[in-house]
């Protein structure tokens, strides 16, 4: 069994329907479940959340990264699901995260699950890979609404 680390970062569309507290309360569910399995199987991340979307950076053996993904794509909080990238690295850019959180368009969440140090923009600003994430979750998006304006 390789030991080989793994990147995969994906986009979805936010399926969480309600007010902006029940928006709130289950990606803070999200996020304590996140860090909790992640924490037990060895994956680390960051997740954003911006503009009704979410993407995601896991990384780990790729059995796990992919286990934890095979979960995503089940749970119906998330639709139109894409992977951005799967591919090996050689070094976690969030290692020190179970699931680092950055939520740019409102959404707050409990001020106890931001004890990881990077709860905003910023944050995972500061690494390469998020923003590679951010690049790639714009370019999605922009994608998908040049999509709906030729189809309207």
Do not use: K
């Amino acid at each position: 069994m390789s030991n080989a680390l793994y990147s995969l970062a994906y986009f979805s569309r936010n399926s969480i329907v309600g007010t902006a507290d029940e928006v709130q309360a289950n990606i803070a569910a999200i996020l304590r479940t996140a860090r909790r399995s992640n924490a037990q199987s060895g994956v680390t991340g960051a997740l954003l959340f911006s503009d009704g979307c979410f993407a995601q950076v896991l990384e780990g053996e790729r059995t796990q990264v992919e286990t934890i993904f095979e979960t995503i794509q089940c749970d119906p909080r998330h639709h139109d699901v894409t992977i951005l990238h799967l591919h090996e690295i050689e070094a976690r850019s969030f290692g020190a995260w179970s699931m680092a959180f950055a939520g740019i368009d409102g959404v707050s969440v409990d001020p106890q699950l931001q004890h990881d140090g990077m709860h905003d923009l910023a944050g995972i600003m500061a690494q390469d890979a998020g923003q590679n994430l951010l690049a790639s979750l714009h370019s999605v998006v922009h994608r998908d609404d040049l999509a709906r304006r030729a189809d309207g």
